[in-house]
């Protein structure tokens, strides 16, 4: 079951709702739970501009508050932090304990640690643990010997239900995170951890939740290896299930990203299984409902924090900053010349997924350009070869071939065309207008997140000497911004693609 392929777990894909087979009789009365679910907020604690004014803790709130009852259970999947500067506002002690402080008011009983939750280091997360008066949950993260949350699982008594929850984060932890600011967790495997606790909990338990922070995916594998468990609640992938789904007899859901969606799932339980289920996304947009007035008086402090310590014009677009993943983007050129003119190299190069979305023409401030860019990477100088730069485009370009995430890069022009067996051609490769000499060596930068850590699964090569050097991304391009404030950065086609 563990390798099953991913086509098999989409022939187990089932709609929502039970069938006849599921439920040979009525559930018993008053055995109803619903679970309610977000993941992947982000620090979206007000409206976001760029998805029509949709979100924001106030109107989730509201939402959660018209959908509550004693059989309810209001649950996380992670990735709370990073997005928002109110994830760099220290409130409590803590990085992002503002976004704590508001969980806690909108009723929250349980979340499981997502990747960017550890983006302000480990000790931040276990200071953000101390303000939660919910549980911070994970079964498969340990550090010196124990679990590094101090609690895999809760029991909740849900309207009578008794509604085991288990936390679990994905295996590749390390990949999604600069090492440095694990402080040397290890990330057991989620499968075999989910065993371990269900084995523990099932005697005392009516239902299981597996709360996992590890993308559809790989929930979807999971089910096909924990066919014990009844429920996943995930995030991490950012998929927004207009329905539960059920694999292997396992129910799952997920709820998009940037508190856009609550998740409502609704389940009938009895003699240990679920019987029925049926779910819905429900939409967070403001005036849906009446806020807690204190949740809507922290949103209000938060923000006006925020805009008096971040909210000066420091520049203006004359061309909107776009947003690709998969192509080169004005974006994602602005970044990477930042980067190279900061550090002086021959060329850099940026991970697409660090941008985090764009903006419109006009003024912009310096929160602005902390939220295009959400994470304190810092930039680190090195040096290769110019074969090692050939590999990098022809891994750059088979990512790009592929719509997957590419590097964006600067200094560095090439076109590239699939030859006979789909192998990529390199046809033209130039740094400083000069072909690409594999022998010769190079100067190159790019964010602490790449190099050294991730440098093989973004390159293809790893660097032999680096220096990090102490200034962050998003300092650099403020920086650039305040010296040259009329901003106006259009694509030139310095990655190139034929067929």
Request: include cysteine; charged fraction near 25%.
């Amino acid at each position: 079951m563990r390798n099953a392929t991913v086509w098999t777990v989409l022939f187990c894909l089932t709609a929502a709702g039970s069938s006849p087979a599921d439920a040979p009789g009525r559930p018993e009365p008053g055995r109803r739970v619903t679970i309610l679910h977000t993941n992947d907020m982000h620090g979206q604690y007000i409206p976001s501009d760029s998805r029509g004014g949709g979100g924001g803790l106030e109107a989730l709130d509201a939402a959660v508050r018209g959908q509550t009852d004693e059989r309810t259970l209001l649950l996380d999947a992670g990735d709370f932090q990073t997005g928002t500067l109110l994830s760099r506002l220290t409130v409590g002690g803590a990085a992002g304990g503002g976004m704590v402080k508001l969980m806690n008011r909108i009723g929250y009983r349980a979340c499981s640690p997502g990747n960017h939750d550890f983006d302000e280091g480990w000790q931040n997360l276990l200071r953000l643990k101390e303000l939660m008066e919910f549980d911070l949950l994970s079964a498969n993260l340990n550090r010196d010997g124990a679990l590094f949350t101090g609690k895999a699982f809760e029991v909740y008594d849900v309207g009578g239900v008794k509604t085991g929850v288990i936390g679990l984060t994905s295996k590749e932890l390390y990949s999604l995170v600069f090492p440095g600011r694990l402080g040397g967790i290890k990330v057991k495997d989620p499968a075999a951890s989910a065993r371990e606790w269900i084995r523990k909990i099932d005697p005392e338990t009516d239902l299981i939740v597996l709360l996992t922070h590890q993308g559809f995916r790989e929930d979807s594998l999971l089910a096909m290896a924990v066919p014990e468990v009844d429920v996943i609640v995930g995030g991490h992938s950012h998929t927004p299930l207009s329905g539960p789904v059920r694999v292997n007899g396992v129910v799952i859901c997920q709820a998009g990203s940037r508190t856009q969606f609550l998740g409502r799932l609704d389940l009938d339980v009895a003699e240990d299984r679920v019987v029925s289920f049926s779910g819905r996304l429900i939409p967070v947009r403001a005036g849906s409902g009446q806020a807690d007035p204190q949740v809507t008086a922290l949103v209000g402090e938060y923000r006006d924090t925020i805009e008096e310590k971040f909210g000066g014009i420091i520049g203006r677009l004359r061309r909107a900053w776009t947003v690709s993943q998969d192509r080169e983007c004005n974006t994602g050129d602005f970044f990477a010349d930042v980067i190279r003119n900061r550090t002086g190299t021959d060329f850099a190069a940026l991970n697409s997924g660090g941008i985090r979305k764009g903006l419109g023409r006009g003024p912009v401030k310096e929160m602005d350009v902390l939220e295009v860019y959400p994470f304190e990477n810092r930039l680190v100088r090195f040096t290769c070869t110019g074969r090692d730069i050939l590999t990098l485009v022809r891994k750059n370009a088979s990512a790009a071939y592929r719509k997957r995430q590419i590097l964006q890069v600067s200094g560095l022009n090439y076109e590239t065309r699939k030859g006979s067996g789909g192998r990529i051609e390199i046809t033209e490769c130039t740094i400083g207008g000069q072909p690409v000499e594999p022998a010769r060596e190079y100067t190159g930068a790019s964010v602490d997140f790449i190099v050294p850590a991730n440098a093989k699964e973004y390159m293809g090569f790893e660097p032999s000497e680096a220096d990090v050097i102490d200034v962050t991304v998003t300092t650099a391009a403020v920086d650039w911004i305040r010296a040259h404030p009329a901003v106006d950065v259009r694509t030139d086609g310095r990655m190139r693609h034929r067929q």
